[in-house]
């Protein structure tokens, strides 16, 4: 999402006028996007921002603004703790950025935290500056909603991105539409709880439609050929939408689902709204609608008061489900979270990181068998960007997301859908070759 945050923050200002310069030593204006999600993430502003400040004394005219989750968690302090900073703007004000920089080069400091009244307007982006076009051919990203109403007990999302707002339907298809046009056949969908689409929110229009409909929706987009989404929330994944693995053949065979743990207790005190048996049971039946469904999830160890117990449930809630692949973490407490206002604090760093380590070993093992099972399949790859360093080296992804490295054919341009035949594999990616040049 911060990925798509950034192109589009890159794409506002280019139809402003702004060109991308060589680096950010040459730019006449640097944005520094931001996460908050765990607190690592949040010092690597205040170092960026020191380096980029001090190039500012020797250079006045630099421009310098600072966008993100943690704009929105600091705001006004950010103005006041740098002034030589020229503007904030949290992610909900993303749309605001070329007024903001036009403001700065009027020597007006900008700060955009607030919400507009409308919450429809943050989706008011430009179309993609064909000067961008073309960075991943054939793939696209779209935002469906934005926001989260959850409030799990460890996370800032709520506080930084706000309450869950869902864009107009008609406006989310005429996106993909125009995408498809334009050769786009694969897209993402985008919002932090995506699956929770539609559902009735103050301030929504009449009419709307769920996300499972959204879904067939798309599929029936002519060009689309492949439809994904992240992130869902399990709690949301209804009758509807597993109906729609089973119907629709353009959703793709892979649903990354965040379990973060397998403890019910822990699951519990992080306010998640499903349990263990729960999660399971909505696995079995997407697999039933959906054979050869891969899942890859998101796992938090460390989370306070977790113990040897808990975490032992998280490794065989693992083994399981048999995930492809996982994101793990280790618990930082972030301000203004329930957890943090509960006072829960952290497990000890050592413990923490025996944890995640154990932990990622696990996957490991689990991703390499995963692997091992697909040598020998023939898999439909979409061709990515750049040729690797060898003559005729390809790389793509398969329908469960798999990377795919490949020796290609004359054919395998970025883009292209091309047939591969699984020879072996990589802890990280699938080796094979196209068809019709294996041997
Ligand atoms: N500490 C550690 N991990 C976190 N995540 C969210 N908040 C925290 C936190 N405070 C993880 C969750 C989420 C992913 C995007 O980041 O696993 O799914
Ligand atoms: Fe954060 Fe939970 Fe919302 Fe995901 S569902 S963004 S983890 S509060």
């Not at 020191?50 to 004394?57: C, E, I, N, P």
């Not at 929504?204 to 879904?215: R, S």
């Amino acid at each position: 999402m911060n990925q798509h945050d950034a192109q589009k923050m890159a794409n506002l200002l280019r139809h402003d006028g702004w060109a991308r310069a060589d680096g950010a030593e040459a730019a006449d204006l640097v944005v520094i996007h931001t996460c908050s999600i765990r607190e690592k993430a949040e010092h690597k502003l205040y170092s960026e921002l020191g380096r980029v400040l001090g190039r500012k004394r020797e250079e006045p005219g630099l421009l310098v603004g600072v966008g993100g989750c943690v704009a929105q968690q600091e705001g006004e302090a950010l103005l006041r703790r740098f002034p030589a900073l020229d503007f904030v703007f949290g992610p909900q004000n993303l749309v605001h950025l070329a007024e903001l920089a036009r403001g700065a080069r009027a020597r007006v400091r900008g700060l955009r935290v607030d919400y507009d009244d409308d919450p429809q307007v943050r989706f008011e982006l430009p179309e993609l500056h064909p000067e961008f076009a073309g960075t991943s051919p054939g793939r696209a990203w779209v935002t469906v909603m934005e926001g989260c109403d959850l409030f799990c007990a460890y996370c800032v999302v709520p506080r930084t991105r706000g309450r869950e707002v869902s864009r107009a339907s008609a406006k989310i298809l005429a996106e993909v539409e125009r995408l498809a046009a334009g050769g786009v056949s694969e897209v993402t969908l985008l919002g932090q709880t995506v699956n929770a689409y539609g559902r009735p929110r103050p301030g929504m229009a009449a009419g709307e439609i769920a996300f499972a409909e959204l879904l067939r929706r798309i599929a029936a987009v002519s060009g689309i050929r492949r439809i994904r989404f992240t992130s869902p929330h399990p709690a949301f994944v209804g009758d509807d939408l597993i109906a729609a693995y089973g119907e629709l053949e353009a959703l793709c065979p892979h649903l990354h689902l965040p379990v973060q743990s397998g403890s019910d207790r822990v699951l519990g005190a992080m306010n998640r709204r499903y349990d263990r048996k729960g999660y399971l049971e909505t696995v079995a039946r997407l697999r039933a609608a959906r054979p050869g469904l891969a899942l890859t999830t998101d796992l938090i160890v460390g989370f306070p008061t977790e113990t040897d117990a808990d975490f032992a449930e998280t490794l065989s809630l693992m083994d399981e489900v048999g995930f492809t692949d996982s994101f793990s973490f280790k618990y930082s407490e972030r301000p203004g979270t329930p957890a943090a206002r509960r006072g829960l604090g952290e497990l000890a760093p050592e413990l923490a990181q025996a944890r995640l380590e154990e932990l990622q070993a696990r996957q490991r093992a689990l991703t390499l068998a995963a692997h091992a099972a697909r040598v020998g399949e023939r898999v439909e790859v979409l061709v990515d960007g750049q040729p690797g360093h060898e003559r005729r080296q390809r790389s793509g992804r398969d329908p469960q997301n798999r990377l795919v490295n490949f020796r290609a054919g004359p054919d395998a341009s970025a883009g292209r859908y091309v047939q591969v035949h699984v020879e072996g594999y990589t802890p990280h990616s699938l080796l094979g070759a196209q068809i019709g040049l294996q041997g």
